[in-house]
């Protein structure tokens, strides 16, 4: 007879967190995010060892298969460096006609967006924003807010992370904390 079986994997709607088989954990500490922040001085008064963010994913299918797509969770923990708050690196993807759904989870952020000719805006993120990011448009990820961000990811298997733009040039606007409110600074 014809069975029915439950699924290897589970998702936790609450925090966002997976579990299941096919997992990969990703833990992003300070040092690990030498060019992100702006002030080197309180980068450099800050523990190397403090956790800014970490990245669970489901990855079904093998790293650049044509056709798979990929699940992800990521935290970011409150904090900031300077007056910058904790964000994720951020990145182009490889191949650039390569889109990506990212969805709010817990606590309030901004997702900073910029595309090839280095135009940079952004979007609210809070519980049950959800965002289609363009294939071409680099996206970084920063929490705001006084508790965890959570937000949910789903792309392409063979999109790929392509971090040189921004390793070497940084996003054209950097998000500050002024008089106690996020604000969107152009870069020089
Ligand atoms: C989301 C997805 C991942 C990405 C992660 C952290 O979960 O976009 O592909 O790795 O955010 O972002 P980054 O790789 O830029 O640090
Ligand atoms: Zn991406």
């Given at each position: 007879h014809l069975s029915i079986i439950d699924t290897a994997n589970t998702i936790?709607?609450?925090?966002?967190e997976i579990k299941g088989e096919s997992l990969i954990n990703a833990t992003k500490y300070l040092k690990e995010l030498p060019n992100i922040f702006e002030d080197q001085q309180s980068f450099e008064n800050t523990d190397p060892n403090k956790i800014i963010y970490e990245v669970q994913a489901f990855l079904p299918v093998k790293e650049g298969l044509e056709g798979g797509l990929f699940f992800g969770k990521t935290i970011i923990y409150p904090g900031k460096i300077g007056d910058e708050y904790f964000m994720t690196k951020g990145h182009f993807h490889e191949k650039p006609d390569r889109g990506e759904f990212y969805w709010g989870i817990q606590g309030e952020g901004i997702l900073l967006l910029m595309d090839k000719n280095r135009n940079t805006w952004a979007e609210k993120m809070y519980p049950g924003s959800l965002h289609y990011i363009n294939g071409h448009i680099a996206h970084r990820t920063i929490n705001i807010g006084e508790s965890i961000l959570s937000f949910g990811a789903c792309w392409p298997s063979d999109a790929g992370h392509n971090y040189q733009e921004i390793m070497d040039n940084g996003f054209s606007a950097r998000l500050k904390e002024i008089k106690g409110k996020p604000q969107l600074i152009p870069v020089r």
């Open positions: 936790d709607y609450s925090n966002g």
